[in-house]
């Protein structure tokens, strides 16, 4: 069973940075797309990020210039960068992988709380 693990999460005040980290339980190669998405109570789920297996990004509008999505092929991680980080961003953040029969998985998420 594939397995998506995030941590990284935590409290910061507005303005401050998080790195968010999602480490996979088998080799990332099998995922042709991993990405975030995040979930206030309420809510739908909405997309934050994602990254391709050539590295192409795509970024929500809310946190466009703000947030930076990578991966780490040889550790079979990927990592969310979170600058400039406001109240609005406070969610669960869910890390989330595609593979190439195009199943599905996700982490069981980390909380971010932004508040000063």
């Known amino acids: 069973q594939v397995q998506l693990v995030e941590s990284g999460g935590g409290l910061v005040q507005p303005g401050g940075s998080l790195r968010l980290s999602c480490a996979a339980s088998?080799?990332?190669?099998?995922?042709?797309?991993m990405g975030w998405y995040r979930q206030t109570p309420g809510k739908e789920r909405e997309f934050v990020a994602s990254?391709?297996?050539?590295?192409?990004?795509s970024y929500g509008d809310s946190v466009k210039g703000r947030f930076t999505i990578s991966r780490d092929n040889a550790n079979n991680a990927a990592f969310l960068q979170m600058n400039s980080l406001k109240p609005e961003d406070t969610a669960v953040y869910y890390c989330?992988?595609?593979?190439?029969?195009?199943?599905?998985?996700w982490g069981q998420g980390t909380q971010v709380s932004v508040s000063s």
């Open positions: 088998e080799s990332i190669f099998s995922f042709t797309t």
């Open positions: 990254i391709t297996s050539g590295s192409g990004t």
């Open positions: 989330t992988g595609v593979q190439r029969n195009l199943r599905r998985y």
